[in-house]
């Protein structure tokens, strides 16, 4: 099943690749600890029949992103998304983002 949610902000989606090009998908996975990852694969199975964009089984972050987006979405808040978070920098740049408001 493909991928259910997206990260669509370009400038969003460049801070999380700055973040998972930093060791950061290891990092989550060990700093959040396997048992809580899995149990965050297994609603998004309950919900949507698939883990979260990825196949590998027991307690593996595979992709920032879609954690990040799962819980951006409210569809799961995640501790694998707040632990992304609470990493990034600017992650929507005043001068090119879409929400901010032009006067």
């Not at 149990?39 to 595979?62: D, L, N, P, Q």
């Amino acid at each position: 099943m493909p991928t259910s949610f997206w990260v669509t902000c370009p400038a969003l989606d460049r801070a999380i690749a700055r973040v998972e090009g930093a060791g950061g998908v290891r990092a989550a996975g060990e700093d959040v600890g396997a048992e809580r990852v899995a149990a965050v694969h297994e609603e998004h199975r309950s919900r949507f029949g698939s883990r979260v964009a990825g196949v590998r089984e027991g307690g593996y972050v595979k992709c920032l992103h879609a954690f990040t987006a799962l819980h951006l979405s409210g569809a799961i808040p995640n501790p694998v998304a707040e632990w992304t978070l609470e990493r990034l920098e600017k992650p929507y740049p005043e001068s090119v983002c879409c929400t901010s408001q032009e006067e």
